[in-house]
């Protein structure tokens, strides 16, 4: 963790026992950081001084995407096991699997209201989640490649996906 004011390094996150692929703050309160690794966990950390608070096991595969709701209370973790998982920021404990993806989910996003998941996956869709029941209220499909990146707008009435076939939509 870096000061960006001063470049100094603030806390040295290590527990992992391989790659580090996705972080993410739980901003607006930026008190704790979630990684996703290839170690197939997730683990949460204080911010200001770099304590392990949980490890998160679950995924049968490589953690590669993460995201905090915007109310800081659920996390979101996206693997090459071609799901998504919801989970307690304050328990730890696992609350959905999102199942449906036919490949790695590797961006995930909240919506403003925290009620929805929007998930991106290398089987070229994008699906959206009610965080709640855990059933997937709709599929984005039209892509003809792989999804990279996804993002609801501010009043999450739109959502955009970009693509490795070159595409935005």
Known sequence: VWDT????????????????YAIAFNNPFGDKIITGSFDRTCKLWDSSNGALLQTLKGHEKEVV???FSPQGHI???GSTDNTAKLWDVETGKLLQTLHKHEGEVVNLNFSTEGDKLLTGSFDSTCRIWDIN???CIRTLAGHE???SNTQFNYTSDLIVSGSIDSTVK
């Not at 004011?5 to 580090?20: D, I, M, P, Q, S």
């Open 145 to 147: 490649g792989e999804i």
């Open 65 to 67: 995407s993460v995201a």
């Open 75 to 77: 996390i979101a973790t």
């Open 133 to 135: 029941s855990g059933q």
């Open 5 to 20: 004011e001063t470049g100094k390094e603030l806390a040295r996150l290590e527990g992992h026992k391989n790659v580090v």
